[in-house]
């Protein structure tokens, strides 16, 4: 079994600052990119921020110069520190990750995602 567990999220004071913090399960499953998207009513789910097995890394211009993601292989997981939170930030934050999964002798790619966690940030 594989499963991505988001945990970090909650209600923040426009201001105010949250990390949020992924982890895969299941040793039979390598992780090559990992990152968070985003999803607000009413529009489309987004990808806020990204990080390759090689450590570069991809954010949406939204959040350049305040949100940063960082990923430990040995913990198998991601983070992504947000500071400097706006309302425009409010959303449901959804892990994903890609990478190979192999059982009985046979290599798929795969790809999976958490189920997400709300962030809600106030005026």
């Known amino acids: 079994q594989v499963q991505l567990v988001e945990s970090g999220g909650g209600l923040v004071q426009a201001g105010g600052s949250l990390r949020l913090s992924c982890a895969a399960s299941?040793?039979?499953?390598?992780?090559?990119?990992i990152g968070w998207y985003r999803q607000a009513p009413g529009k489309q789910r987004e990808l806020v921020a990204a990080i390759s097995s090689g450590g570069s890394t991809n954010y949406a211009d939204s959040v350049k110069g305040r949100f940063t993601i960082s990923r430990d292989n040995a913990k198998r997981s991601v983070y992504l520190q947000m500071n400097s939170l706006e309302p425009e930030d409010t959303a449901v934050y959804y892990c994903?990750?890609?990478?190979?999964?192999?059982?009985?002798?046979?290599?798929?790619?795969?790809?999976?995602w958490g189920q997400g966690t709300q962030v809600t940030v106030s005026s």
């Open positions: 299941g040793s039979s499953f390598s992780i090559n990119a």
């Open positions: 994903n990750a890609d990478g190979v999964y192999s059982r009985h002798g046979i290599m798929s790619a795969v790809e999976y």
